[in-house]
């Protein structure tokens, strides 16, 4: 039995079983039969199993070389080292969905066995909603994609993985934690759908959501984090975020999930707002469908996009389900409340969120309308049209800053009812450090009058979360006998961390647009070019054989003031089965010995006899700090998930299940 056809056996049994998961546990349910919905829930053990030999199956076949399977043969090859074979299992569409259905039984079993003794309203059709969305995604690996499917007449060499993919090691991490973040949705939206469906229209089902909402929150920040270290030091062109419809795609969920968060927060605390956070998590689990059928559908042209795709008009009609049944679901069961409750909020923390999560919503639909404009246009008017940078940056511009002042203001707010003169006292520090950076900025003559109200923001949302931060550490130890209170402050804790964080990543990226520049320069050997107040030296151009690429480099030595202040070599790298060559930049990184200005040099061009090239050399001052502010947005995230708020009421245990041994859930 050959590889590709013992894989497609292991798919269809792991197809048959998520299918026996969703029709076994609404039977169950239906039929008040706690062993059947029981066997549903541990289905998600095997089906885990079965989807993880599958996976295990098409590594194997990938370093084995074994181009009778289709996908071997068209995304590696026998030059291909060994690290880059592995990351190829995502480097098309039929292997990322079979990675996408391994992260998402993953999460089943995950579920399956947190709620294994005590369970939420709904648990039984949270659970078909999870092996029904895994049954979704083994239908396309069954179907459309297969990526077993064999070739009659195999290759002797494969034409290797896409370019992109194999010319940086942060691909290892980069998708995988995106996936994790996409298909981690899944598991609240569930746990809404089966609430819903229960009739259950109070907070228990909220209980169980903050976690869940919060792991994948943490996973798509890193995720985006790494994908704009990874633009910036492969793509070469000195940016880092350049809206692609990929990179849109995984921001929309983030911006719904991070509104969601929020939302929790004020449910839990005033009992409103429930309406709102049930449709948020749709709308975040829709835009993690939408994000992919636009990606993987081949509908939108993209760095990262996979070609010759049949999946589209499944992922289609997936979405209009999660979106139909999702939100309608929702209004079946608001009865007379209102989607946001304003008209119960004075002046108070709950405002403030309110307006956060408003203003989350728009810039989400922002982006959506530019990433969607192209393939509208293209539909009616029959014309093929780009939506570029400039027109996001000055639609979430201002948004963004809004949101960035919002997150300032909030923490300082009381919650229920905010005195004015409280809220004037917290605010004098971070007023002042505002009012530093404002005077600080005219002293050096740097930028007008928005840039100053731009920076004024930042430092006070940046002071804001110092302060909180400082009061709920003081709090926290005052009140350590009191557990609850204690990972309450926690919890608090994080959710300041991650708003410095942003804060720091807010700074980083105004710094390096407002006062980064680039040139390029075509340069011989030993000549010496002025570049702004640097001088660069061609010192060589050196070609190297890779086993699965040719290299060609430029050393160039830059100097300010006759002084060397680095050495750089940046290469063009020509693969096979590339129509153009891939560049990959050389960065000397910004320390405080050099003010954080990153030096950043790519190799455009060169003369086939290495005698000249052209190299773009740009100053990116500042954009280390957002890599340290998304890590700080991370770890914020990860230290508000880890904290333990317990309750005093739980769910029912269930029929036939071994009770718990802790008296109180988790949440």
Same mark, same amino acid.
Request: with cysteine; net charge positive; glycine share 10%.
């Given at each position: 039995?050959?590889?590709?056809?013992?894989?497609?056996?292991?798919?269809?049994?792991?197809?048959?079983?998520?299918?026996?998961?969703?029709?076994?546990?609404?039977?169950?349910?239906?039929?008040?039969?706690?062993?059947?919905?029981?066997?549903?829930?541990?289905?998600?053990?095997?089906?885990?199993?079965?989807?993880?030999?599958?996976?295990?199956?098409?590594?194997?076949?990938?370093?084995?070389?074994?181009?009778?399977?289709?996908?071997?043969?068209?995304?590696?090859?026998?030059?291909?080292?060994?690290?880059?074979?592995?990351?190829?299992?995502?480097?098309?569409?039929?292997?990322?969905?079979?990675?996408?259905?391994?992260?998402?039984?993953?999460?089943?079993?995950?579920?399956?066995?947190?709620?294994?003794?005590?369970?939420?309203?709904?648990?039984?059709?949270?659970?078909?909603?999870?092996?029904?969305?895994?049954?979704?995604?083994?239908?396309?690996?069954?179907?459309?994609?297969?990526?077993?499917?064999?070739?009659?007449?195999?290759?002797?060499?494969?034409?290797?993985?896409?370019?992109?993919?194999?010319?940086?090691?942060?691909?290892?991490?980069?998708?995988?934690?995106?996936?994790?973040?996409?298909?981690?949705?899944?598991?609240?939206?569930?746990?809404?759908?089966?609430?819903?469906?229960?009739?259950?229209?109070?907070?228990?089902?909220?209980?169980?959501?903050?976690?869940?909402?919060?792991?994948?929150?943490?996973?798509?920040?890193?995720?985006?984090?790494?994908?704009?270290?990874?633009?910036?030091?492969?793509?070469?062109?000195?940016?880092?975020?350049?809206?692609?419809?990929?990179?849109?795609?995984?921001?929309?969920?983030?911006?719904?999930?991070?509104?969601?968060?929020?939302?929790?927060?004020?449910?839990?605390?005033?009992?409103?707002?429930?309406?709102?956070?049930?449709?948020?998590?749709?709308?975040?689990?829709?835009?993690?469908?939408?994000?992919?059928?636009?990606?993987?559908?081949?509908?939108?042209?993209?760095?990262?996009?996979?070609?010759?795709?049949?999946?589209?008009?499944?992922?289609?009609?997936?979405?209009?389900?999660?979106?139909?049944?999702?939100?309608?679901?929702?209004?079946?069961?608001?009865?007379?409340?209102?989607?946001?409750?304003?008209?119960?909020?004075?002046?108070?923390?709950?405002?403030?969120?309110?307006?956060?999560?408003?203003?989350?919503?728009?810039?989400?639909?922002?982006?959506?309308?530019?990433?969607?404009?192209?393939?509208?246009?293209?539909?009616?008017?029959?014309?093929?049209?780009?939506?570029?940078?400039?027109?996001?940056?000055?639609?979430?511009?201002? !948004?963004?800053? #809004? /949101? &960035?002042? =919002?997150?300032?203001?909030?923490?300082?707010?009381?919650? +229920? %009812?905010? @005195? $004015?003169? *409280?809220?004037?006292?917290?605010?004098?520090?971070?007023?002042?450090?505002?009012?530093?950076?404002?005077?600080?900025?005219?002293?050096?003559?740097?930028?007008?009058?928005?840039?100053?109200?731009?920076?004024?923001?930042?430092?006070?949302? !940046?002071?804001? #979360? /110092? &302060?909180? =931060?400082?009061?709920?550490?003081?709090?926290?130890?005052? +009140? %350590?006998? @009191? $557990?609850? *209170?204690?990972?309450?402050?926690?919890?608090?804790?994080?959710?300041?961390?991650?708003?410095?964080?942003?804060?720091?990543?807010?700074?980083?990226?105004?710094?390096?647009?407002?006062?980064?520049?680039?040139?390029?320069?075509?340069?011989?050997?030993?000549?010496?070019?002025?570049?702004?107040?640097?001088?660069?030296?061609?010192?060589?151009?050196?070609?190297?054989?890779?086993?699965?690429?040719?290299?060609?480099?430029?050393?160039?030595?830059?100097?300010?003031?006759?002084?060397?202040?680095?050495?750089?070599?940046?290469?063009?790298?020509?693969?096979?089965?590339?129509?153009?060559?891939?560049?990959?930049?050389?960065?000397?990184?910004?320390?405080?010995?050099?003010?954080?200005?990153?030096?950043?040099?790519?190799?455009?061009?060169?003369?086939?006899?290495?005698?000249?090239?052209?190299?773009?050399?740009?100053?990116?001052?500042?954009?280390?700090?957002?890599?340290?502010?998304?890590?700080?947005?991370?770890?914020?995230?990860?230290?508000?998930?880890?904290?333990?708020?317990?309750?005093?009421?739980?769910?029912?245990?269930?029929?036939?299940?071994?009770?718990?041994?802790?008296?109180?859930?988790?949440?």
């Amino acid at each position: 039995m050959t590889i590709g056809l013992l894989g497609q056996l292991v798919l269809g049994a792991a197809f048959c079983t998520a299918c026996y998961g969703a029709l076994a546990s609404v039977i169950g349910w239906r039929r008040r039969l706690a062993r059947l919905t029981e066997s549903a829930r541990t289905a998600a053990y095997p089906l885990l199993g079965l989807v993880f030999v599958a996976v295990a199956l098409m590594v194997i076949a990938i370093l084995g070389n074994d181009f009778t399977i289709r996908y071997v043969a068209e995304n590696s090859s026998l030059e291909t080292p060994t690290f880059f074979k592995v990351l190829s299992l995502w480097s098309a569409d039929e292997g990322s969905l079979l990675l996408w259905s391994l992260v998402l039984c993953g999460y089943i079993a995950t579920a399956a066995w947190a709620f294994r003794d005590r369970r939420p309203t709904g648990f039984p059709i949270a659970l078909s909603v999870l092996h029904g969305s895994a049954a979704f995604y083994l239908l396309l690996v069954l179907g459309p994609t297969q990526p077993f499917a064999e070739l009659a007449r195999p290759p002797i060499d494969g034409t290797g993985p896409l370019p992109l993919l194999q010319n940086h090691p942060l691909m290892a991490a980069h998708p995988p934690l995106l996936y994790l973040g996409f298909v981690g949705c899944t598991v609240p939206f569930a746990l809404v759908i089966g609430a819903l469906v229960q009739g259950d229209v109070g907070d228990g089902w909220l209980r169980s959501m903050r976690r869940w909402s919060i792991i994948p929150w943490v996973f798509l920040t890193t995720g985006l984090v790494l994908g704009a270290l990874w633009s910036y030091g492969v793509l070469g062109w000195g940016g880092y975020w350049a809206w692609d419809p990929v990179e849109n795609a995984a921001l929309m969920p983030w911006l719904t999930l991070t509104a969601l968060l929020h939302a929790i927060r004020v449910q839990e605390r005033r009992r409103a707002l429930r309406v709102w956070t049930q449709s948020l998590v749709v709308v975040t689990f829709a835009s993690t469908v939408l994000g992919t059928f636009l990606t993987r559908g081949s509908i939108l042209l993209s760095v990262h996009s996979f070609a010759r795709s049949a999946v589209g008009p499944l992922y289609l009609a997936y979405l209009s389900v999660v979106l139909i049944g999702g939100l309608g679901l929702v209004a079946a069961r608001a009865g007379r409340s209102s989607p946001l409750d304003v008209a119960r909020f004075g002046p108070s923390r709950e405002s403030a969120i309110v307006v956060n999560n408003v203003l989350l919503v728009v810039l989400m639909v922002t982006v959506l309308v530019g990433t969607v404009y192209p393939l509208l246009e293209g539909a009616v008017g029959g014309r093929q049209v780009s939506v570029g940078a400039p027109y996001f940056q000055r639609t979430t511009g201002p !948004a963004f800053l #809004a /949101l &960035v002042a =919002l997150m300032g203001v909030g923490p300082l707010m009381a919650w +229920r %009812s905010a @005195s $004015v003169g *409280r809220t004037l006292d917290r605010a004098a520090v971070p007023a002042v450090a505002a009012a530093l950076t404002g005077v600080w900025l005219t002293i050096h003559g740097l930028g007008g009058p928005m840039m100053l109200l731009a920076y004024g923001v930042i430092a006070f949302a !940046a002071a804001s #979360a /110092l &302060v909180e =931060l400082a009061r709920a550490v003081r709090s926290g130890r005052r +009140r %350590s006998s @009191s $557990v609850q *209170r204690l990972m309450g402050n926690v919890r608090l804790a994080g959710a300041l961390i991650a708003h410095l964080g942003i804060a720091v990543a807010a700074g980083a990226i105004l710094t390096s647009s407002a006062f980064g520049s680039q040139r390029d320069v075509t340069v011989s050997v030993d000549q010496v070019r002025s570049v702004g107040r640097y001088d660069l030296r061609l010192d060589q151009v050196a070609e190297r054989a890779e086993p699965e690429r040719r290299v060609v480099v430029a050393a160039l030595t830059v100097s300010d003031g006759g002084h060397t202040v680095a050495r750089l070599d940046p290469s063009l790298n020509l693969y096979p089965n590339a129509t153009q060559p891939i560049g990959s930049p050389s960065i000397r990184l910004g320390t405080p010995a050099n003010s954080f200005v990153d030096l950043y040099a790519s190799l455009l061009a060169y003369r086939a006899d290495g005698s000249t090239v052209t190299i773009r050399l740009a100053t990116i001052p500042g954009v280390m700090w957002l890599w340290i502010g998304g890590a700080m947005t991370a770890l914020g995230g990860l230290v508000a998930g880890l904290a333990r708020v317990t309750r005093r009421t739980a769910p029912a245990p269930v029929p036939g299940v071994r009770r718990t041994l802790l008296p109180q859930v988790r949440v």
